[in-house]
Structures are given as structure tokens and as C-alpha cells.
């Protein structure tokens, strides 16, 4: 068990939690987002991420909330449904002593189906089996759940075509592998 536990670890890259690690469970089809597709994701949002709302949904090992909280997000909801995982996840931000960071103990499309308060920049990074991105997409934006300026990151399987709201444009994208990754910039009244 202890073996499994030094292989799940994941690493802070920068500011108040640069270089901590931090243990997530043996969970399948949990994959944290690796250290430089995340840290290429924070130079993207450096400029923009101090002082902001952040919703990560799919949270899981709680790689993306737990870094923008390093980096200086005020706020931080992080929506996992697996209890184990939740667990993990609480016992972390607890030896981190993160106040700003919540965690959510939900299905995503419940969760994103309830009462809405608007974040500045979201994380959705769904399991690549599900095909949830695009429902999630169009609750986010239909749902009241961005501000009326925000930055969305999208994770996906590479090749997935991406069907994005008329008031979102893709501000950059990149690969690692198999995976595409994205940020994009919303545009739109609430």
C-alpha cells in the first residue's frame, strides 16, 4: 500500500505551496493534469488568476483548484462525486490549512443543474470515457456559472472537436501526448 501511496503523488509548482506534495488516491481513471501541461495552464492565466473565483469541476486529485489557490484565487470550489477522493482531498487542503479552497461532494451535472453563482475561471477537465464535456459546456454557459468575463480550461482526449457557445473563443491550445488542452476566454452578459 505504502508503494501505491509514493506513486500518487502529485507536486505544487509555484507560490504559496511551491514544491509541496500531495497524495491522491489509487482511484481508476483518476490522472491529475501533469506538472507542465498545468504549469504552461498558470503562465496562461498568471497575468489574471490573483484574486479570482475558480470552480473546478472533475476535480480529483484537486491538482488545478489546489494550485490556483497557491498562486493567489480567493476562492476555490472543487466538485468531485468519488467519497474516497473527497476524503483525500478534504485531508489535504487541512494540512495546507487552504480556507479558500471547498471542496463539493457532487456529480457535476448535478451540481452544475442547482442554484448558480458566477466563477471567473473554471477547470473542466471531465473523464475522457463519459463524452461530458459538451454537456458540461453548455451548462456553464447556459447555467449562470461564469462571470461575464471569464476564462474556461477544457481537457480532452486528442482529436475531440470542440463545439464552444458563440461568445467563447479559444485563446490558446497545445497537446501533451494524447490529451489536447485549451483555455478559453467568455465573453457574454449575466
Given at each position: 500500500?505504502?508503494?501505491?501511496k509514493?506513486?500518487?503523488?502529485?507536486?505544487?509548482?509555484a507560490g504559496?505551496?511551491?514544491?509541496?506534495?500531495?497524495?491522491?488516491?489509487?482511484?481508476?481513471?483518476?490522472?491529475?493534469?501533469p506538472?507542465?501541461?498545468?504549469?504552461?495552464?498558470?503562465?496562461?492565466l498568471?497575468?489574471?488568476?490573483?484574486?479570482?473565483?475558480?470552480?473546478?469541476l472533475?476535480?480529483?486529485?484537486?491538482?488545478?483548484g489546489?494550485?490556483?489557490?497557491?498562486?493567489?484565487a480567493?476562492?476555490?470550489?472543487?466538485?468531485?462525486?468519488?467519497?474516497?477522493?473527497?476524503?483525500?482531498l478534504?485531508?489535504?487542503l487541512?494540512?495546507?490549512n487552504?480556507s479558500?479552497v471547498?471542496?463539493?461532494?457532487?456529480?457535476?451535472?448535478?451540481y452544475?443543474?442547482?442554484t448558480s453563482?458566477?466563477?471567473d475561471?473554471?477547470f473542466?477537465d471531465?473523464p475522457?470515457?463519459?463524452?461530458?464535456?459538451?454537456?458540461?459546456?453548455?451548462?456553464l454557459?447556459?447555467?449562470?456559472?461564469?462571470a461575464a468575463?471569464?476564462?474556461?480550461?477544457?481537457?480532452?482526449?486528442?482529436?475531440?472537436?470542440?463545439?464552444l457557445?458563440?461568445?467563447?473563443?479559444?485563446?490558446?491550445s497545445?497537446?501533451?501526448?494524447?490529451?489536447?488542452?485549451?483555455?478559453?476566454?467568455?465573453v457574454?452578459?449575466?
Amino acid at each position: 500500500m505504502k508503494s501505491n501511496k509514493a506513486s500518487n503523488r502529485l507536486r505544487i509548482i509555484a507560490g504559496t505551496w511551491r514544491g509541496r506534495k500531495l497524495a491522491f488516491p489509487p482511484v481508476p481513471g483518476l490522472r491529475p493534469t501533469p506538472d507542465r501541461v498545468r504549469e504552461t495552464l498558470f503562465n496562461w492565466l498568471d497575468p489574471v488568476i490573483r484574486g479570482q473565483r475558480c470552480l473546478d469541476l472533475f476535480a480529483g486529485s484537486g491538482a488545478l483548484g489546489i494550485e490556483a489557490a497557491s498562486r493567489g484565487a480567493a476562492e476555490v470550489v472543487l466538485v468531485e462525486d468519488d467519497p474516497c477522493v473527497v476524503e483525500t482531498l478534504r485531508e489535504q487542503l487541512q494540512l495546507l490549512n487552504a480556507s479558500q479552497v471547498q471542496v463539493v461532494q457532487a456529480d457535476v451535472g448535478l451540481y452544475l443543474s442547482a442554484t448558480s453563482r458566477a466563477f471567473d475561471i473554471v477547470f473542466l477537465d471531465p473523464p475522457f470515457a463519459g463524452g461530458r464535456l459538451p454537456e458540461c459546456i453548455q451548462q456553464l454557459e447556459t447555467g449562470g456559472w461564469l462571470a461575464a468575463e471569464a476564462w474556461v480550461y477544457l481537457e480532452a482526449e486528442h482529436g475531440l472537436a470542440l463545439d464552444l457557445p458563440g461568445n467563447w473563443t479559444l485563446h490558446r491550445s497545445k497537446q501533451a501526448g494524447q490529451v489536447d488542452y485549451h483555455l478559453a476566454r467568455r465573453v457574454g452578459k449575466n
